[in-house]
C-alpha cells in the first residue's frame, strides 16, 4: 500500500528517525513524489535543521536533498530560501527565530531542492503548520528525529511515520528491538480514568480520585530516598501524574521503591519519556506501568538496510524482523514495499 494511504488520515504528518542516515528523508521524499502525482499541495517544515546537501557530522556521507515541487509550501530561514536559488513567493515571515535566520513561510514557482530549518520548539512548529494549511496546503509534512522528538507530539502531529534502519546496530534483530522500544514508546496506552485525566500534573492520585501534589523536582534529582518518602505520603496512590518529561533514573527509582505496589506514570504523551537502558516491558515487570493523556499515532515504519560506509543488510531481513517485532504497523522498506507483517494490519 503506498505511504500516501497509509497517512492519509493525517493533515500533518511527522517523520521521526531513530537515528541518523535512516532514511528519513528519503521516505519524507517519497510521500512527496507520491502526494505530487496525485495533485495534492503540501507544506514542509523541520524541527530544526535538514534537508543540507552533506552530513553536518560527516561531510563525507551525501544527504538526500528535500525536493519539493512547484506549488509547494515551506517554512525555512530567510537565508536559506535565498540559497536554494529558486523562484519563490513570500507569504509570511514569522517573528520565530532559529540560529540560521527567521523562518519565512514561502510558495516555491519552482520546484527544486531547499534546505529545511524549522522552529524548535514544538508550540511554534504547530504555529507553523496551522499557518501552512491556512494559507493553501493539503497537508503539512514535520521533519524530526528521535532527539528531535516534539515533532511527534499530538500537539504538533495528527500522525507519525518512525524510520529505522541498520546504522542503529549491526545486528539486525538488535535493530527490530530498538525499533519495537521506540514504537511502544510513542505509542503509549492511554490513560482513560476521568479522575486522572482530570488531576493536576505533579500528583498522586488514588482510586477514589484524591490526589496529593509533590515538588516536580523530584522528578528530576529526587534520590532514593525521596522517592521512597513521596510514596509514603500516599500510600492508596496508583497513578503519578507527572509534568515535564520521565527520566530514566526517577522511572528506576520508582520500580525499586514500589516494592510490589502497582504504580502507572502518567506523562503527556510519548515524546516526554526518555529511556535508554530499559523499555517500558520492563518497567511493566517490575510493577510500574507507563501511560499518556494524548495519544500519539503512528501510521507506518519504514526501514533502510543500508548503514552508509559500514555495512547492509539484505532487503528482505529488517521488514520481517521489524514487522514481527511491531504488530499491526505497516512496515515498508526505503522504497516503499510493504512488508508481508504489516500487510493488512489494523
Not at 104 to 112: S, V
Request: aromatic share 2%.
Amino acid at each position: 500500500m503506498p505511504l500516501a494511504d497509509l497517512t492519509a488520515p493525517a493533515r500533518r504528518l511527522a517523520f521521526v528517525g531513530l537515528a541518523k542516515n535512516t532514511g528519513k528523508t528519503v521516505a519524507m521524499t517519497a510521500l512527496l513524489s507520491e502526494l505530487a502525482a496525485r495533485g495534492e499541495r503540501v507544506g514542509v517544515t523541520s524541527v530544526g535543521r535538514d534537508g543540507e546537501a552533506r552530513d553536518v557530522l560527516d561531510a563525507r556521507i551525501a544527504k538526500p536533498r528535500v525536493r519539493l515541487g512547484a506549488g509547494s509550501l515551506v517554512a525555512t530561514t530567510e537565508p536559506l530560501l535565498r540559497a536554494s536559488g529558486l523562484a519563490h513567493a513570500r507569504l509570511a515571515r514569522t517573528a520565530l527565530r532559529t540560529p540560521l535566520g527567521r523562518v519565512t513561510i514561502a510558495r516555491l514557482e519552482q520546484g527544486g531542492a531547499v534546505e529545511v530549518a524549522g522552529p524548535p520548539q514544538a508550540r511554534d512548529v504547530r504555529a507553523v503548520g496551522e499557518a501552512m494549511l491556512a494559507l493553501g496546503a493539503e497537508r503539512v509534512l514535520v521533519d524530526g528525529a528521535l532527539d528531535r522528538r516534539a515533532a511527534a507530539s499530538p500537539a504538533v502531529a495528527d500522525g507519525v511515520v518512525l524510520c529505522t534502519g541498520a546504522a542503529l546496530h549491526r545486528d539486525p534483530v538488535e535493530v527490530a528491538r530498538r525499533t519495537r522500544a521506540a514504537a511502544e514508546l510513542l505509542a503509549l496506552p492511554l490513560v482513560r480514568e476521568p479522575h486522572v485525566r482530570a488531576a493536576a500534573p505533579s500528583s498522586l492520585v488514588g482510586e477514589d480520585g484524591a490526589a496529593v501534589p509533590f515538588d516536580p523536582r523530584i522528578a528530576l534529582d529526587g534520590d532514593e530516598a525521596d522517592v521512597a518518602a513521596l510514596l509514603r505520603r500516599a500510600p492508596g496512590a496508583r497513578w503519578i501524574v507527572l509534568r515535564g518529561a520521565l527520566c530514566e533514573p526517577f522511572a528506576e527509582r520508582l520500580a525499586r521503591a514500589a516494592g510490589g505496589r502497582e504504580l502507572t506514570l502518567v506523562v503527556a504523551d510519548g515524546t516526554r519519556v526518555f529511556l535508554s537502558r530499559r523499555d517500558p516491558a520492563w518497567y511493566r515487570a517490575h510493577g510500574v506501568r507507563i501511560a499518556a493523556l494524548g495519544a500519539i499515532a503512528l501510521r507506518a515504519i519504514t526501514v533502510n538496510p543500508v548503514a552508509p560506509g559500514s555495512h547492509r543488510f539484505a532487503p528482505d531481513v529488517l521488514p520481517r524482523l521489524v514487522g514481527e517485532a511491531v504488530p499491526g504497523v505497516p512496515v515498508l522498506d526505503v522504497l516503499g514495499a510493504v512488508s508481508p507483517a504489516g500487510r493488512g494490519a489494523g
